[in-house]
C-alpha cells in the first residue's frame, strides 16, 4: 500500500519536468516550482524599468535638442530619428551575441548595467551649462565655449551608450520571458500567447507614468533631475529581475551546430549547386522519402542545397530536409518585414511631429497649469492599458469560440489589422493639423509662432488614440509573429528582427524628412518642416504618410495570403 503511494506520489513529478530546459543550478527544472506567471512577473518588471528609462528620454528628447542645445526643428527631428533608427537596429547585434556566446540571462545583466550607465552620464550632462546661454551664439555660426563643447560630445556619447545597453537588452528579455512557457502543455501554450498581450500592458504602464511625470520635470523642473531618475528606476529593476534568479528556466543550447552556419551553409550550397537540374532535386527528394509540401514548393531553388556540388552525400557536405526548411522560414519574413515599414515611419512621427505639433496648441488645463505637449503621448499607453484587458480577456474568448484558433485570430491577421488603424489615424492628424493652420491665419498668428494658437491640445488626442490602438494589434502582432516564426535558437533574433523594423523605420523618416527639407525649401521657402509650424506644411507630410501606409497594408495582404506558417503556431 505504501509502495503504491509512493508511486502514485512520485509519477506527477516524474511528468512534471520541462524538456529542454534546467534551473540556475544546471539541474532538470520543474514545472510546478519554475517558470509560468511567477517568473514572468519578475522578468516584466525589469522591462517596465527599462521602457520607463527608455521613454523618459525618447519622448521629450526633441525639446531637449531644440532648447537646451539650439538645434533647429528639422535637424532635431532627423537627430531623434537617427538615435532610435540605431537603437532599433543595435538589437540585433545583442541577439547575436546572446543566441550564439552569452545566453539571454547574462546578456540582459550585462546590457542592463551599460543601460544604467549611460543614463547617469546622460544626466551629468545635463548638468553642465548648456549651448543656448554659452552665449557665444552669432547668426551664421555658433562658436561653443569648451565646457559646451564638452556637453554636447558627453550627452550624444551618453545618449548612444543607452542605445547600446537597450540593444542587449531589449530583445533578450522578451524571449527570456516567453521562455518561461512551455508551448507543449496547453494551458502554458495559451498563457504564452497572453503572455505577449500583457507584456505590451506592462511596458504602456511604464510608459504612461514616465510621460506624466518626466516630461513635467523635464519641462518645468531639471533636465538634470528629468535624466537622473530614468538612471535610478533602472538600477531597481535590474535588481527585481536578479531576485527571480531562483524561478527562471533557462533554455539548454544542444549539440546541435550553430544555427547560423546552419542557414547560412543552405545559402552556400544553393549557390554553388546552380547548375544542378529539378530532375535531380526530386530525385535527391525521392529517395530521401520527403512528400510534395507546400513549403517544398517556395523557393524551390534552397532545395539544391540537398546535394553537394561533387556529387557526395557525406555528412556536412549536404544539407537536411530540415536545414533547408529552417532557412525557408528566415525568407519568408522578409516580405512581412518589408511590408511592416511603411507602418513603422508612421510610428517615428509620434514622438517628433506629434509633439512638436502640440506644443503650439492651447495646453492649459487650469489657469495655472499646462500639460506638456509631450504628456499626450501617454494617451497611446492610456489607450493600450485599456485595450489589452478588453482584447485578452473578450475579443480572444469569441474569437476563439468562432475560429478554433488559441489566440482567437491569426498572428498575420492581428498584424494587418493595426496597419490598417495605422493609416487612419494618419489621415485624421492631416485634417486636424489642416484647422490648426486655419485657426493660426485666422487669429493671425502665422508670424507668431511663439504665440499659442488658440485650439485645444485635446483635437490631437483621436490621433493618439488610433496610435494606440494600432499598437495592440500592430505592435504585439509582430512581437509574437517574429517570435515563433524563427528557430527556436534563434528567438532572440527573432525578436531583434521585429525591433529592427522600427529601426530600419526611423531611418527611413529621418531620409524622408531630409529629402522633403531639401525639395521643399529651395530659393529660401518655407518647407514642410519650417521651424515656424504656423508655416510649415506638416498636414502634406500627413496626406503623404496616409498613402504610404495605404501601399504598405496592400503589400503586406499580398505577403500575408502567401505565407506558410511554421507548423503549430497560426496563434
Known sequence: MAISNLSTAQTPLLDDTIDASLDYKGRPVRRSNSGGWRSASFIIAVEIAERFAYYGISSNLITYLTGPLGESTAAAAAQVNAWSGA?????????????????????????????????GLLSLSAALPSVSNSGDQSTDNTILSSSA?????????????????????????????????????PEE???????????????????????????YIQDNLSWTLGFGIPAIVMVVGLLAFVLGTTTYRYSIKGDEENPFLRIGRVFILAVRNWKTTSSAIAAEEEARGTLPTESSKQFKFLNKALLAPDGSKEQGKVCSTGEVEEAKTVIRLAPIWAASLFYAIVYAQTITFFTKQGATMDRSITAGFKIPAASLLSFISLTIMIFIPIYDRIFVPIARALTGKPAGITMLQRIGTGMLLSAIS??????????????????GLVDKPNVTVPM??????????????????????????????????LRSVGLALYLSIFGVGSFLSSFLISAIVKMTGEGGQDSWFANNLNRAHLDYFYWLLAALSAMGFALFLSSAKSYIYVRGSTL
Not at 158 to 182: E, I, M, N, R, T
Not at 193 to 203: A, C, P, Q, V
Request: glycine fraction near 8%.
Open 87 to 119: 537603437a532599433a537596429l543595435l538589437p540585433l547585434l545583442g541577439a547575436f551575441i546572446a543566441d550564439s556566446f552569452l545566453g539571454r540571462y547574462r546578456t540582459i545583466i550585462l546590457a542592463s548595467l551599460l543601460y544604467t550607465l549611460g543614463l
Open 456 to 489: 485645444s491640445i485635446w483635437w490631437l488626442l483621436p490621433q493618439y488614440i488610433l496610435s494606440g490602438l494600432s499598437d495592440v494589434f500592430a505592435m504585439v502582432g509582430l512581437q509574437e509573429f517574429f517570435y515563433h516564426q524563427v528557430p527556436k535558437e
Open 149 to 185: 563643447q564638452f556637453q554636447v560630445i558627453l550627452f550624444f556619447f551618453s545618449l548612444y551608450l543607452v542605445a547600446f545597453g537597450q540593444g542587449g537588452h531589449k530583445p533578450c528579455v522578451q524571449a527570456f520571458g516567453a521562455d518561461q512557457f512551455d508551448r507543449q502543455d
Open 426 to 443: 494618419m489621415l485624421i492628424a492631416a485634417l486636424v493639423e489642416m484647422r490648426r493652420l486655419k485657426t493660426a491665419e485666422e487669429y
Open 189 to 215: 501554450c495559451k498563457a504564452q500567447s497572453s503572455f505577449f498581450n500583457w507584456w505590451y500592458f506592462g511596458i504602456c504602464a511604464g510608459t504612461f507614468i514616465t510621460l506624466w511625470i518626466l516630461t
